[in-house]
């Protein structure tokens, strides 16, 4: 047996108390730990594994804790601590705004004020959206052309952003030289060469994408053949009209048999082509015979008389200026032979400043008095206005009463200046008509010339060289119709004022701001520029500028103004009866160059005829030019204006 004092006893008794100690000590740890709660702090977040670059700029946790005053974090973004905004409530928010595409961890260490840690880390992906393929669809990749001939490598860039694609083209090694070749909004392309001589091979590449490029690279391989050798043609007769005319032929081989041989073809613009259709030469003399004046006491037996010379490019048309048919004088009695001549280009020129499908603005505008063109007759065409400026035509139809000069027009809206010279402001197509049977030139009428039955002939020729045709063209589809002007009376305007109570309307009719357009003609089958004299506008009004109003075409530089011109002999701007010449001009002969019985008041000089024509003698002179027309023909003020009525413009 062990004795008290052996050294187990107090061993024993010192573990004995330290486990009682021990269990002690747990057990008022334990009362504590239930009763004060301090627990570790705890981290929360849903963070995505794959990101969209730029979808998101930040992520967001939570953190809570006992006590979150005393909380301490560590913030680490791809292994470098970071700058962290955790609010009171323990909201943390990581900025990954800077972040490229790629893999990414995110590390969060919390401790708390005893020492507590809890952490908590993530990885996620930023990534490029997905944006397809770059794609090129082309036709054939093998192409055969023969030799000298063009051909074109064509096909489709398809991607889905097709804002971001380029595509080029090289002939050789596209990575050391390449050229941009464009596409339409649906991706088409087409590369065209011309005239190809040898192979070729043709590299092209396009490359799209925002964040990730894809490219697509096709080859075009060219392979050139040589021609075919073409057949002989059939040769024959391609006449149909000849008795021997061969079907089968396919050039003609002067083998062409006729019971009567054709007339030759006369080419336009030749000088059998001018014979033909300038008239009063030696063999158009009249229509076989002189003309008389209806405005003098007896028979004229006027003749007119064209001729011309063509040299430097251009023609000289020269003339005595009396017409080919009777015709009135009005109150610039009397009409008297005239030298004129008019030098205009044979192959007109469209002047590029000139648009006049739009406007007349920069065209030269043809005069408002004075010779604008010449008819194939040699008389001189004028512009609408009269000497007292308003427009002869519409007054002459009773649009407005002509109160400051009398003033009248006559057979084929004509009448003659105080120069003697015969002149046209309006139809002027009594020059291709023909009196029948018992008819006179008092027969005339100006509906025989606006029959929609056929394209109407050349009745003059503008300064600027192109034509003038009666009122019936063709149109688009080389249909017969009455070529309609453009232009109208100005509101509550009657044409008082000449050319400024005028407006163009584009395609209100047939024609431009010029009055012409651009079509087919019997003389230029493919195709010319040329005007039109016209009665009616697209509304149904008067045809307004009835010839031209502006040039299309430049002018020849020996057509240049003459500041005299418009007084005797030249026109009726100014003159006995209108006023006196401008300064430097030479006042002139007095009117008519002729005297006939009973008439010699009319050539009484403008300084005893005030341009009012109020005085006695100026009214005896009128009455005295009205005696003869009036005998000749009742009624001879309005032998043609009762063709159509005058209809203002519609409101």
């Known amino acids: 047996m062990a004795s008290w004092n052996d050294d187990g006893v ?25 009763e004060g709660g301090n627990l570790a702090p705890v981290i929360e977040g849903d963070i995505p594994t794959n990101i969209l670059i730029g979808s998101i700029d930040s992520l967001s946790l939570s953190i809570t804790d ?43 260490v919390a401790t708390d004020s005893i020492g507590q840690e809890s952490k908590w880390s993530a990885t ?37 952003s097709m804002d971001t694609c380029n595509l080029e083209w090289s002939d050789g090694n596209i990575d050391e030289f390449s050229l941009n070749l464009p596409y339409d909004e649906d991706g088409r392309f087409n590369l065209g060469f011309s005239n190809i001589q040898e192979n070729l091979t043709i590299t092209v590449r396009g490359t799209c994408g925002t964040w990730i490029d894809s490219s697509e690279t096709e080859v075009f391989n060219i392979t050139v053949t040589e021609p075919a050798a073409e057949p002989e043609p059939t040769r024959g007769c391609t006449d149909p009209e000849a008795n021997n005319y061969d079907e089968a032929a396919e050039e003609d ?59 430097d490019g251009n023609i000289t048309i020269s003339t005595n200026g009396l017409p080919n048919h009777d015709f009135h004088s009005g109150d610039g009695c009397c009409a008297s032979s005239q030298t004129k001549s008019y030098t205009i280009p044979l192959e007109p020129i469209d002047d590029p400043d000139c648009n006049p499908s739009i406007s007349t603005e920069n065209c030269v505008m043809a005069p408002e008095r004075g010779a604008v063109a010449v008819a194939v007759n040699g008389v001189a065409i004028y512009g609408p206005e009269d000497g007292p400026g308003g427009d002869a035509v519409a007054m002459h139809e009773g649009a407005y009463e002509e109160d400051r000069q009398d003033i009248w027009l006559g057979l084929c809206h004509g009448h003659s200046g105080p120069g003697g010279e015969y002149h046209y402001h309006a139809d002027s197509n009594c020059m291709h008509w023909h009196p029948e049977g018992e008819q006179t030139w008092l027969n005339y009428s100006m509906e025989s010339s606006r029959t929609v039955a056929e ?39 009657t044409g008082y004022n000449g ?43 008067i045809g307004f500028p009835y010839f031209i109003n502006c040039y299309r075409g430049e002018l020849s530089s020996e057509g240049e103004d003459d500041p005299c011109a418009g007084g005797p002999p030249d026109g009726d701007v100014w003159g006995p009866g209108i006023g006196p010449p401008p300064e430097g001009c030479d006042e002139g002969p007095p009117p008519g160059g002729q005297t006939t019985e009973g008439l010699s008041l009319i050539a009484l000089p403008y300084e005893i005829i005030p341009p009012s024509g109020g005085s006695i003698i100026a009214m005896l002179a009128m009455a005295m030019i009205a005696i003869r027309g009036l005998a000749s023909a009742e009624g ?14 519609p409101e």
């Open 66 to 108: 006992e006590e979150m005053i005393e909380l301490t974090l560590s913030v680490s973004l791809d292994g470098i601590e970071i700058q962290h905004q955790m609010d009171a409530d323990g909201n943390l928010i990581i900025d990954i705004s800077q972040l490229g595409v790629g893999s990414h961890a995110v590390k969060i």
């Open 10 to 34: 107090p061993r024993s008794l010192f573990l004995a108390g330290l486990m009682v100690t021990s269990v002690m000590v747990g057990v008022l740890f334990f009362d504590i730990q239930k």
């Open 499 to 541: 050319i400024d109570d005028y407006e163009y309307i584009a395609e209100l009719g047939d024609l431009d701001s010029c009055n012409g357009h651009y079509a087919a003609t019997p003389d230029w089958p493919e195709g010319i520029y040329h005007y039109h004299s016209t009665w009616e506008n697209g509304e149904g009004g």
């Open 253 to 311: 081989d002067g083998s062409c048999e006729y019971d009567e041989e054709p007339e030759p073809v006369v080419v336009t613009g030749s000088e059998e082509w001018w014979d033909m259709t300038l008239l009063c030469d030696d063999t158009d003399v009249g229509f076989g015979g002189g003309v008389d004046d209806y405005n003098t006491s007896g028979f004229d037996n006027h003749v007119c008389d064209v001729s011309y010379v063509i040299e």
């Open 455 to 493: 394209h109407s002939p050349i009745i003059g020729f503008a300064l600027d060289g192109y034509s003038i045709y009666g009122f019936v063209g063709w149109d688009d589809d080389e249909e017969v119709v009455e070529m309609t002007s453009s232009y109208r009376l100005k509101d509550g305007e």
């Open 636 to 649: 001879a003020l309005d032998r043609v204006g009762t063709t159509r009525g005058y209809r203002p413009n």
């Open 124 to 160: 996620f992906m930023i990534e490029y959206p997905d944006e397809g393929y770059t794609v090129i669809v082309v036709n054939s990749n093998e192409i055969t052309v023969e030799r000298g001939n063009s051909t074109t490598a064509s096909g489709v860039l398809v991607h889905q």
